[in-house]
């Protein structure tokens, strides 16, 4: 999936390792330990992973930098939902194959590793730290391992019952903090690896959730999103029993937020309350990510998504009929097996129904482990490109004439994107929006501003600076 920000990675890199400074225990002067590079591919879940196992690598007393050639730890964190995306890092990884790797300690993280566990050593030898996300807990005592001489560590258990925290992480976004609140999956949608390579959903303690988005606002960051592969389905382990919408009222609560985002909801999990919470707090923002997957009745009973179309469209009911209007994307699958062209031809017309701001679709990609697997996955590449291909271009027309209607709005935009032309800035609404605007203002980054519509694209929408 697409990085949601541009801004240059030196100003980055010099922000948030002052952050990293900031919370560092103590303190203290830590010992150098050398260098890592770390590249992460997949999801937003993914992308926080890699900022917190940065910040572990950093509390330890490594330094990041921006290329593998510079490092002595290499770390690839690895995504597994599709094939393209699985087969990325042996592609990278063979780029080791004829170089000198030279003592430099070379790991895969993620799905991937889960999923292929220490097959991978077989594979590139030159690997010696194997680790899915589900292990995470226990990186700092692998690092000690390697660190202590031993040659090859690998954390592939999924039945932990442990979340992945961590006292330091090193965050890429300065305004926006992203903090996963559940981790793993515990549906079983036919089709996913999620279960299997993070294994069983676990929630994070309510109490540790607040500490942590004080500190994060005393740090200065405004905007938290909270993450989960089904946020919603929240299940506070300690004895308050906090309900996700109650967490997301106390989370807008702490004194020096201003925006609190969640991201990704499971529809059978979103209930009225959710919306409530919307309508009664400006802070929470007004966007809700909702996979349908299909538009069909029979493909969501195959995919074991436990909704038909008219029970998602409820839920989509609940949203339109609330007091402020609810931006809402979703993810989409065509081509799963056996999906036939009338069944396609409903997901086409889920899309006009709902009128979504946005969607993420993909081809059907059969993988490992999953029940689908053993379903004959008939239909042909060119017809998932065609199908697919016919979806974007219905959204695409739906997005610019939702967008066109826009224009002469006016939106809070929190500044996070300097364009090289002069006086051209960009930031996201409340909505999750992406707007270009014009401003004569010479420091906006990180800051929220009033922003009237000028202009509008399917992707995106033109502005100037209102005063
Ligand atoms: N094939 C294609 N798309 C998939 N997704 C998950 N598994 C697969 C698969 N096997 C998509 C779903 C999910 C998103 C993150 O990735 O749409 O919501
Ligand atoms: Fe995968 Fe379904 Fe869980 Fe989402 S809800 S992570 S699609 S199993």
Redesign the pocket.
């Given at each position: 999936m697409s990085k949601a920000f541009d801004i240059g990675l030196e100003s980055l890199a010099g922000e948030s390792s002052l952050r990293t400074e900031a919370v560092r225990p103590g303190g203290l002067a830590l010992p150098n330990r050398g260098t890592f590079f770390l590249e992460t591919f997949g999801c937003q879940m993914n992308d926080h992973d890699s900022e917190k196992v940065a910040g572990v690598l950093m509390s330890r007393g490594y330094q990041q930098v921006e290329s593998p050639e510079a490092a002595s730890v290499i770390f690839y964190n690895t995504c597994s939902?599709r094939e393209k995306a699985a087969q990325k890092v042996f592609s990278r990884l063979g780029e080791f194959r004829d170089k000198q790797h030279d003592g430099k300690i070379i790991g895969v993280l993620g799905c991937v590793a889960q999923q292929e566990g220490e097959a991978i050593f077989k594979r590139a030898p030159w690997v010696s730290l194997v680790c899915g996300s589900a292990s995470y807990s226990k990186l700092p005592g692998m690092l000690a391992q390697l660190e202590a001489g031993n040659q090859r560590v690998t954390g592939l258990d999924t039945d932990t019952d442990e979340t992945f925290e961590t006292e330091v992480t090193r965050r890429d976004n300065p305004w926006r903090a992203y903090l996963t609140i559940i981790e793993g999956?515990?549906?079983?949608?036919t089709?996913?690896?999620?279960?299997f390579t993070?294994g069983p959903e676990r929630s994070r303690a309510s109490d540790s959730i607040l500490r942590e988005v004080r500190q994060l606002a005393e740090l200065g960051y405004s905007e938290v999103q909270l993450l989960g592969?089904?946020v919603n389905s929240y299940a506070d382990p300690t004895a308050r029993r906090m309900r996700f919408s109650e967490l997301l009222l106390a989370v807008a609560e702490v004194r020096g937020i201003r925006r609190v985002r969640f991201t990704?909801s499971?529809p059978s999990d979103f209930t009225p309350d959710i919306v409530e919470a919307i309508e009664r707090e400006p802070k929470i923002c007004d966007h809700v990510h909702l996979?349908v997957?299909s538009g069909s009745t029979r493909v969501l009973r195959a995919m074991q998504?436990t909704y038909s179309r008219e029970e998602y469209l409820e839920k989509i009911a609940l949203m339109r009929g609330a007091s402020r209007p609810i931006g809402i994307t979703t993810?989409i699958i065509v081509g799963f097996p056996g999906e036939t062209e009338a069944e396609f031809e409903e997901t086409v017309s889920l899309l006009e129904e709902v009128q979504y701001d946005s969607l993420f679709s993909f081809k059907y990609s059969p993988r490992p482990n999953t029940p689908s697997l053993s379903m004959s996955d008939s239909i042909s590449e060119e017809e998932k490109s065609r199908r697919l291909a016919i979806l974007q271009d219905k959204q695409r027309e739906i997005q610019a004439a939702k967008n066109a209607r826009l224009v002469g709005e006016r939106f809070e935009v929190l500044v996070s994107g300097k364009s090289r032309r002069e006086n051209q800035w960009s930031g996201y609404t409340t909505a999750h929006r992406m707007i270009n605007f014009a401003s004569q203002e010479t420091e906006l980054l990180g800051t929220y501003v009033q922003v009237r519509v000028t202009g509008a694209g399917p992707n995106s929408l033109a502005g100037e600076h209102a005063v």
């Open positions: 939902i999956c515990d549906k079983a949608c089709y996913c690896v999620v279960p993070r592969q089904t990704t499971h996979p997957q998504r993810d």
